[in-house]
Protein backbone atom coordinates (compact mmCIF):
# COMPACT_ATOMS: atom_id res chain seq x y z
CA UNK A 1 0.00 0.00 0.00
CA UNK A 2 0.91 3.62 -0.61
CA UNK A 3 3.08 3.14 -3.46
CA UNK A 4 1.32 4.40 -6.41
CA UNK A 5 1.13 7.93 -7.58
CA UNK A 6 1.26 11.05 -5.67
CA UNK A 7 -2.41 12.58 -5.76
CA UNK A 8 -3.39 15.16 -4.27
CA UNK A 9 -6.97 16.18 -3.49
CA UNK A 10 -8.00 19.81 -2.84
CA UNK A 11 -11.12 21.28 -0.66
CA UNK A 12 -12.83 24.09 1.10
CA UNK A 13 -15.50 25.29 3.17
CA UNK A 14 -18.46 26.78 1.64
CA UNK A 15 -17.32 30.38 1.89
CA UNK A 16 -13.49 29.37 1.12
CA UNK A 17 -12.08 30.73 4.11
CA UNK A 18 -10.19 27.58 5.15
CA UNK A 19 -8.87 25.64 2.43
CA UNK A 20 -7.35 21.57 3.03
CA UNK A 21 -4.98 19.75 0.82
CA UNK A 22 -4.49 15.89 1.39
CA UNK A 23 -1.74 14.29 -0.36
CA UNK A 24 -1.59 10.25 -0.56
CA UNK A 25 0.28 7.74 -2.62
CA UNK A 26 -2.78 4.75 -1.96
CA UNK A 27 -5.12 4.24 -4.04
CA UNK A 28 -8.57 5.76 -3.33
CA UNK A 29 -10.07 2.32 -2.82
CA UNK A 30 -6.83 1.76 0.11
CA UNK A 31 -8.01 4.78 1.95
CA UNK A 32 -10.40 4.46 4.89
CA UNK A 33 -13.36 5.81 4.59
CA UNK A 34 -15.46 6.04 8.74
CA UNK A 35 -18.39 7.56 9.75
CA UNK A 36 -18.02 8.57 13.48
CA UNK A 37 -20.84 7.55 15.41
CA UNK A 38 -20.61 10.78 17.77
CA UNK A 39 -23.23 13.33 17.59
CA UNK A 40 -21.10 15.85 16.32
CA UNK A 41 -19.93 14.17 13.39
CA UNK A 42 -23.57 12.37 12.71
CA UNK A 43 -25.14 16.26 12.92
CA UNK A 44 -22.07 17.03 10.60
CA UNK A 45 -22.91 14.20 7.88
CA UNK A 46 -19.27 13.66 8.17
CA UNK A 47 -17.28 11.16 6.22
CA UNK A 48 -13.47 11.34 7.00
CA UNK A 49 -10.47 9.44 5.72
CA UNK A 50 -6.80 9.77 6.73
CA UNK A 51 -3.28 8.00 5.69
CA UNK A 52 -0.55 7.80 7.84
CA UNK A 53 1.90 7.84 5.15
CA UNK A 54 0.45 10.51 3.88
CA UNK A 55 0.15 14.52 4.49
CA UNK A 56 -2.78 17.17 4.85
CA UNK A 57 -2.34 20.93 5.40
CA UNK A 58 -5.02 23.29 5.55
CA UNK A 59 -4.48 27.34 4.85
CA UNK A 60 -6.85 29.72 6.71
CA UNK A 61 -7.38 32.54 4.87
CA UNK A 62 -9.71 34.44 7.05
CA UNK A 63 -8.12 34.09 10.54
CA UNK A 64 -11.70 35.13 12.45
CA UNK A 65 -13.29 32.46 10.22
CA UNK A 66 -11.43 29.53 11.81
CA UNK A 67 -13.49 28.00 14.51
CA UNK A 68 -11.64 25.43 16.70
CA UNK A 69 -14.56 23.17 18.82
CA UNK A 70 -13.44 20.80 21.26
CA UNK A 71 -15.69 17.98 23.53
CA UNK A 72 -15.65 14.64 25.17
CA UNK A 73 -11.80 14.21 25.94
CA UNK A 74 -10.64 17.20 24.51
CA UNK A 75 -7.92 15.77 22.73
CA UNK A 76 -8.27 17.10 19.02
CA UNK A 77 -9.78 20.60 17.52
CA UNK A 78 -12.71 20.20 15.21
CA UNK A 79 -11.88 22.88 12.82
CA UNK A 80 -14.85 24.54 11.76
CA UNK A 81 -15.44 27.37 9.34
CA UNK A 82 -17.02 30.32 11.91
CA UNK A 83 -19.27 31.88 8.90
CA UNK A 84 -20.13 29.22 6.35
CA UNK A 85 -20.02 26.50 9.28
CA UNK A 86 -18.83 23.48 7.41
CA UNK A 87 -16.65 21.39 9.31
CA UNK A 88 -13.19 20.33 7.77
CA UNK A 89 -11.50 18.04 9.68
CA UNK A 90 -10.06 16.96 13.08
CA UNK A 91 -6.57 18.24 13.98
CA UNK A 92 -4.98 16.40 16.99
CA UNK A 93 -1.76 19.18 17.92
CA UNK A 94 1.08 16.89 19.86
CA UNK A 95 4.76 17.39 20.66
CA UNK A 96 4.94 19.96 18.05
CA UNK A 97 3.37 17.88 15.66
CA UNK A 98 -0.07 17.70 13.93
CA UNK A 99 -2.27 14.80 13.23
CA UNK A 100 -6.21 15.15 11.23
CA UNK A 101 -8.52 13.19 10.02
CA UNK A 102 -10.51 15.11 7.01
CA UNK A 103 -14.00 15.29 6.19
CA UNK A 104 -14.20 14.02 2.51
CA UNK A 105 -17.36 16.05 2.16
CA UNK A 106 -15.24 19.28 2.28
CA UNK A 107 -13.35 17.89 -0.84
CA UNK A 108 -13.96 18.89 -4.10
CA UNK A 109 -14.07 15.68 -5.45
CA UNK A 110 -15.99 14.39 -2.91
CA UNK A 111 -17.45 11.72 -5.14
CA UNK A 112 -14.48 10.00 -5.41
CA UNK A 113 -15.20 9.15 -2.06
CA UNK A 114 -18.50 7.82 -2.98
CA UNK A 115 -17.90 4.28 -1.57
CA UNK A 116 -19.61 2.65 1.58
CA UNK A 117 -18.30 4.08 4.92
CA UNK A 118 -17.83 1.89 8.03
CA UNK A 119 -19.53 3.32 11.21
CA UNK A 120 -17.21 4.22 13.64
CA UNK A 121 -17.62 4.22 17.60
CA UNK A 122 -14.89 5.26 19.84
CA UNK A 123 -16.74 5.49 22.94
CA UNK A 124 -14.70 3.01 25.14
CA UNK A 125 -11.52 4.71 24.62
CA UNK A 126 -9.94 6.72 27.36
CA UNK A 127 -7.59 9.71 26.49
CA UNK A 128 -4.44 7.81 26.31
CA UNK A 129 -5.57 5.31 23.83
CA UNK A 130 -7.42 8.02 21.68
CA UNK A 131 -4.20 9.54 21.40
CA UNK A 132 -2.33 6.58 20.19
CA UNK A 133 -4.51 5.41 17.88
CA UNK A 134 -4.70 8.84 16.20
CA UNK A 135 -1.01 9.32 16.02
CA UNK A 136 -0.91 6.15 14.58
CA UNK A 137 -4.27 5.74 12.01
CA UNK A 138 -4.51 10.26 11.66
CA UNK A 139 -2.71 12.17 8.71
CA UNK A 140 0.55 14.04 9.88
CA UNK A 141 -0.86 17.63 9.44
CA UNK A 142 -0.37 21.34 9.44
CA UNK A 143 -2.61 24.76 9.95
CA UNK A 144 -0.99 27.61 8.20
CA UNK A 145 -2.38 31.09 8.60
CA UNK A 146 -4.29 30.57 12.16
CA UNK A 147 -2.82 33.19 13.81
CA UNK A 148 -4.27 34.63 17.19
CA UNK A 149 -7.88 34.78 15.79
CA UNK A 150 -8.43 30.95 16.33
CA UNK A 151 -10.47 30.68 19.02
CA UNK A 152 -11.35 27.57 20.54
CA UNK A 153 -15.17 26.98 21.32
CA UNK A 154 -16.68 24.01 23.26
CA UNK A 155 -17.11 22.86 27.19
CA UNK A 156 -13.71 21.98 27.58
CA UNK A 157 -12.04 24.56 25.14
CA UNK A 158 -9.19 25.17 27.40
CA UNK A 159 -8.08 21.24 28.51
CA UNK A 160 -5.42 18.90 26.63
CA UNK A 161 -3.34 22.21 24.67
CA UNK A 162 -0.29 21.83 23.30
CA UNK A 163 2.79 23.99 23.09
CA UNK A 164 1.44 24.70 19.51
CA UNK A 165 -1.70 25.59 20.42
CA UNK A 166 -0.63 27.84 22.99
CA UNK A 167 1.07 29.67 20.33
CA UNK A 168 -2.10 30.74 18.78
CA UNK A 169 -3.83 31.63 22.03
CA UNK A 170 -4.27 35.66 22.50
CA UNK A 171 -2.55 37.01 25.64
CA UNK A 172 -4.09 38.75 28.39
CA UNK A 173 -3.06 42.31 28.51
CA UNK A 174 -3.36 42.82 32.18
CA UNK A 175 -4.21 46.95 33.25
CA UNK A 176 -1.67 48.85 35.20
CA UNK A 177 -2.72 51.70 37.30
CA UNK A 178 -1.17 54.76 38.08
CA UNK A 179 -1.30 56.41 41.37
CA UNK A 180 -4.04 59.00 41.83
CA UNK A 181 -2.82 62.38 41.65
CA UNK A 182 -2.61 64.92 44.15
Known amino acids: MGQGT?????????????ELSFTTRRAIHE?????CQCGFCRKHGARTTA????FAEFRVRNAAALARYRFGLATADYLVCARCGVYLAALMEEGGEGYAVL??????????????????????????DRRA??????????L??????????????????SRALKRERPKQRTQKTRPAKK
Open 144 to 161: RGAGRAAQRRGPRAAAGS
Open 103 to 128: NVNAFEDRAAFAGQATPMVYDHEDEA
Open 31 to 35: LPLRE
Open 6 to 18: ETRYEGRCHCGAI
Open 51 to 54: DPEG
Open 133 to 142: RRRKLWTPAV
